[in-house]
């Protein structure tokens, strides 16, 4: 297992189009997380997922963003109508459980957009 | 709510000095304490977590950190820093089982 792979790790797109990136956790990580990370800041949580269940998700995942995990593994997160304030890099990190004393999360290398 | 401060955004140290990237957190309860580290172009590595117990952590790459209640701070440390260690870091408080907030980060610059 080569840990968390995301794809594409980079995407530039013209403002108004759609993205899809694409996150592959490590095999049997029930938790799979998605972060945004913007130039000068930390990552900032956007959503999780339990399996194929979405349990949490920011205030800054607006309607434009969506993400799924359908059968419990890789998992997608797309962005429709991409604005510039859209542009960042996106992580994705899985655990095997939730994050307690004997569980780490995990990160991709992530994917940077760039909304022009 | 959550929140960590890392007061320095840039530090820079000559190599073989020793290290203290700051780090405070806000929250109610026990806080569970992550530094991550990471390099240009890549992901976020786990460098030492807390969780309960002795307040002095050690983790890898030669790195430790204090847990101070007294002072709701995470404060992370290395006796004598390598080249290899120039990155951003990151401290992170996490709620049992959920997301992490991350603090700001602070860049490390190594002079030789």
């Known amino acids: 297992d080569t840990g968390v792979s995301q794809n594409p790790r980079h995407k530039i797109t013209k403002r108004g189009q759609n993205v899809t990136f694409r996150c592959d956790p490590i095999s049997e990580h029930n938790r799979l997380y998605w972060y945004r990370q913007t130039l000068g800041q930390g990552p900032e949580f956007l959503t999780y997922f339990q399996n194929e269940a979405q349990l949490e998700k920011s205030r800054l995942l607006s309607d434009r963003f969506s993400a799924e995990r359908p059968k419990g593994s890789f998992s997608t997160l797309e962005i429709q109508r991409t604005e510039q304030g859209d542009s960042a890099m996106y992580l994705c990190?899985?655990?095997?459980?939730?994050?307690?004393?004997?569980?780490?999360?995990?990160f991709g290398q992530g994917t940077r957009l760039t909304v022009v | 709510a959550q929140s960590v401060t890392q007061p320095d955004i840039h530090i820079t140290v000559s190599e073989g000095a020793s290290l203290e990237l700051r780090c405070n957190y806000s929250y109610g309860a026990t806080p569970y304490l992550f530094w991550y580290v990471q390099s240009p172009g890549q992901g976020l590595q786990l460098l030492l977590k807390?969780?309960?117990?002795?307040?002095l952590v050690q983790g890898i790459k030669g790195f430790e950190a204090e847990f101070k209640r007294s002072q709701s701070s995470f404060n992370l440390r290395k006796p004598s820093v390598h080249w290899s260690d120039a990155a951003e870091y990151f401290c992170?408080?996490?709620?049992?089982?959920?997301?992490?907030?991350f603090g700001a980060g602070t860049i490390l610059r190594v002079k030789s």
């Open positions: 992170a408080v996490g709620a049992y089982g959920n997301k992490l907030v």
């Open positions: 990190a899985s655990s095997s459980s939730g994050i307690g004393p004997n569980t780490e999360a995990f």
């Open positions: 807390y969780f309960s117990g002795d307040t």
